[in-house]
T-cell receptor
Framework: DAGVTQSPTHLIKTRGQQVTLRCSPKSGHDTVSWYQQALGQGPQFIFQYYEEEERQRGNFPDRFSGHQFPNYSSELNVNALLLGDSALYLCASSGIYEQYFGPGTRLTVT | DQQVKQNSPSLSVQEGRISILNCDYT??????FLWYKKYPAEGPTFLIS?????DKNEDGRFTVFLNKSAKHLSLHIVPSQPGDSAVYFC????????????FGKGTRLSVIA
């Protein structure tokens, strides 16, 4: 049983560019959440998708957007990248109970 | 304003002894609490959780204690093993573990053989 998978593992982008990160949830999970973890900090909630709709959103600007597909996989898009967007982006999937995290995508903005 | 606080950035414990990791929270509406462990280059791994209707939950070597009146929880690991060396995150949510999690900054545990 594959756990939560994310791609790519690492990514380097330039300020102003756009990026798309991808996540496949654990089998049987229908809810996907995205978190941003800056260096030395705990993960911070970006948004959560359920039934292809954004169900909840954290305190992140509109430059951060997402999508969930019928197979429950999800994408995180970030437009107009800033240096401060450099972080580890974590995807978590869940059914009824706890969230299970993927290994993350390390985004570096130069 | 940090709603979940882990005031000890690091903790060092000898193998076989007890490790106690602490966490405080400020939002009395939090109803569910979780501990995650994170190794470098991996995502957080779920360890153990506790609902606000309980004050203790055990799973093998791991026990979580919740003191609602003090808004404090702790994770006990007994006995500690070198493989337990990792960063431990405390997290809280308003409903269940399926709802958005608010994390602390983490405590780095080093278990010395």
């Amino acid at each position: 049983d594959a756990g939560v998978t994310q791609s790519p593992t690492h990514l380097i982008k330039t300020r102003g560019q756009q990026v798309t990160l991808r996540c496949s949830p654990k089998s049987g999970h229908d809810t996907v959440s995205w978190y941003q973890q800056a260096l030395g900090q705990g993960p911070q909630f970006i948004f959560q998708y359920y039934e292809e709709e954004e169900r909840q959103r954290g305190n992140f600007p509109d430059r951060f957007s997402g999508h969930q597909f019928p197979n429950y996989s999800s994408e995180l898009n970030v437009n107009a990248l800033l240096l401060g967007d450099s972080a580890l982006y974590l995807c978590a999937s869940s059914g009824i109970y706890e969230q299970y995290f993927g290994p993350g995508t390390r985004l570096t903005v130069t | 304003d940090q709603q979940v606080k882990q005031n000890s950035p690091s903790l060092s414990v000898q193998e076989g002894r007890i490790s106690i990791l602490n966490c405080d929270y400020t939002n009395s509406m939090f109803d569910y609490f979780l501990w995650y462990k994170k190794y470098p280059a991996e995502g957080p791994t779920f360890l153990i959780s506790i609902s606000s209707i309980k004050d203790k939950n055990e799973d093998g070597r791991f026990t979580v204690f919740l003191n609602k009146s003090a808004k404090h929880l702790s994770l006990h690991i007994v006995p500690s093993q070198p493989g337990d060396s990792a960063v431990y995150f405390c997290a809280a949510s308003l409903n269940s573990g399926n709802t958005p999690l608010v994390f602390g900054k983490g405590t780095r545990l080093s278990v010395i053989a």
